[in-house]
């Protein structure tokens, strides 16, 4: 494989992109830093296909990345291959306000083929490749130039054993018969909606005060107004205001700007500056929250009690054995309280529509309906449908009639 040398002016990344733009497939990687800043600060990206790898400098200085943006974003014929990469595909839309597509994440793709529900990129090179991947450089100060020539070639490393691994991760999804079942889990990876930063849905993140619809109006005001400080400032929100402060002022707002003393996890200079100003005028103009906005009461069943909760046990006792016999983690079929709404009567879930009522659904609504039950044999915990056992004892009966006879 071609290893690029650092790519810092526009007109050499714009024939890597035409090159790469030839490919089946490109495995992409980014390095970043956002411990003291609200927007990711985009540090290098990395990318390769089955001839050549290339780093990326985006700071370096009057380069343009189009031509990067229009291979990831624009270009439908080659997929975009990442481990783990909900922050690269966030940091993607930050520049263009896209998403990369079609694309593909090994991380995800290893729950349809193994039990691994988040493997780590190390782990997943040396099970597939035997090799050590050296972590040294990864927490290093990607933002400081020069980089050193072990950073390049760890951050490069990234992408090339990627490039490696993907094949054999399809050929074995393709051997299984299980790419479908990733479809969907895809689909969301590269949805836009999940990283555009409304900051009229910032409320959505923060657990709910209860319902009341004057709380969660202050709420809604309040998480909108610290999205919009911590823009302007670009510092990460927590350094605004923690969540748990947040919500405190939404439940029990000051009267006067002073009372912000009391607060929490407020400073006492929030008293008399110009940002406790800002924030008291926003809880002085927060609406209730409208009845088109009130979040939806949670769907249940009947409470699941001591008996249901027993049989939620149960089905997650069989979501161990399903998911041991079939080599395939457990996150990927089901949820804990997914299966707690079956246990406690709800029908309408994901678990009982398609691949995945087929794969697991199914068992698990005849145990709660019982018709399935566990057996062991040969010291191992098995799944027997209670029909079969009746049939068994049966058979074993007349059995030991004809042989008293």
Known sequence: MKIHELITDTDTLADLCERLAKS????????????????PELCLVQIANEDEAAAIDPLAEGIDLAPLWELLCDNEEVLKVFHAGGQDVEIVYNFTGKTPHPIFDTQIAMMAISQNEQIGYANLVESWLGITVDKGARFTDWGRRPLTDRQIEYAIGDVTHLSKI???????LIKTGR???LDAEMDKLADPENYANDADQ????????????TVLGRLKALAAWREGEAQHKNIPRGRIMR??????????????????TKVRGLSNAWKDNDIGKRLMKVIDKAEPLSKDEMPEKPKRGAPLGKEGALVADLLKLLLKIRAREIDVAARLLTRADEMEALAAGVRKLPILQGWRYEVFGKDALELVEGRLAFAVKDGRLLMTHVDDVHAGMMEAAQDEVITAE
Not at 24 to 37: G, Y
Not at 166 to 172: A, D
Not at 202 to 212: E, F, H, L, V
Not at 243 to 260: F, V, Y
């Open 243 to 260: 969540d748990e402060t947040l919500a405190d002022i939404a439940s029990h707002p000051p009267k006067k700007q002073g009372d912000l």
């Open 166 to 172: 993907f094949p054999k991760i399809l050929k074995k």
């Open 179 to 181: 790419g479908a079942w």
């Open 202 to 213: 910032a409320w959505k993140r923060i657990r709910s005060p209860g319902r009341n619809p």
């Open 24 to 39: 089946d497939f490109v495995t992409v990687d980014t390095e970043f830093m956002r411990e003291n800043t609200y927007w």
